[in-house]
């Protein structure tokens, strides 16, 4: 439920409120958005914006910062190259999309609201985490290795940070980019001791105001040939990216892919009459897995026995890479503030 403007929280009152569950939605995988696959394959070729991605993993998720809820929706997008110049060597990029209804502007300068997105690595944007014998290759490792506490303290620290860094900036939307890394470096500097993360980078970057990318123009999506977001009528922005170097051997391979990224979305008002309060504060954690799954995968392991329905994406097996298994998606959720 949205929140009434006329709630104003301070601190002390948002932390002692804070709670956090696992998200229900859904994984996301080609086999929703209907990627193409390469050509006597069951290999996802899932092209856009001239960038291909041989994996994905999509979940959406509300926000309750205006009427009814902001709908949003993360893509997760694993671009992986063999070197030209050097056969052994390969690069990952993980690329971040954020997907928003058609009716929605976030670089409008007119919107009554703010909002930053986060992710966390590790030194040479190593993935936090990478679980490859997890029981159920669709459950979450991220979230269980960080832990609820962890997850918690993070949202709750994005807050605290927010209030002392944004109070002096709020007003200006032109710096909305620096109140975002701003904040993420503050929450890095202070990361909390509940989380089992050595040396974590946090990389904050904004999703509204000037400063924030625009969705996918039509003629940059002249080049595409598939649209990985739920639902598909989505505007899709590329909102981050970070690249991997790695071997083509397994013990380097297999964690650049198949990793696990944190990432957060932060969105708030700001009260008009103190700039030194918020209002509406939500914080969104998510896991974000990639899945190599296609229809083309997914129809023959059907045709195999597995009785796999398509539409059940909770319980969906894909061909992975190499002997790498099938990772997906998964979902936690950080609200501070009435919901």
Known sequence: MYQSSQHI?????????????????????????????VPNSSAANCIVANQTFTSIGIVDY?????EGGLDLS??????????ESDQYQREVERVLYLG????????????????????????????VVFEPNRTDSLSPACGDVLGNQCTLNLGTDLVSNAIEIARNSLDSVAN?????????????????????????????????????AKPISASENSTSNCHPTIPRSNQLTRVASYKISASVYYNETAPAILGETPVMSFFWKQDGSNSSLIQSPSVNFQCLFASPM??????TMTNNGTDDDINGASERYGAGFGVLSTVALAAFLLTCGIV
């Open 9 to 37: 929280f301070t601190l002390s009152y948002l932390l002692a409120i804070s709670t956090i569950s696992r998200a229900a939605d859904d994984i996301g995988t080609c086999v929703d958005v209907e990627c193409p696959v």
């Open 62 to 66: 509300s926000v309750p910062i205006t």
């Open 74 to 83: 993360w893509t997760l997008g694993i671009d992986d190259q063999i070197l």
């Open 100 to 127: 928003t209804s058609p009716d929605v502007d976030l670089t409008s300068k007119d919107l009554d609201y703010f909002g930053c997105g986060f992710y966390i690595t590790l030194p040479d944007n190593d993935n």
């Open 176 to 212: 909305q980019a620096t109140t975002c890394s701003s904040i993420a470096s503050a929450v890095q500097s202070n990361f909390p001791s509940s989380c089992t993360i050595t040396s974590p980078q946090v990389h904050g970057f904004p999703l509204t105001g000037a400063g924030a």
């Open 294 to 299: 296609t229809t083309v995968g997914n129809n």
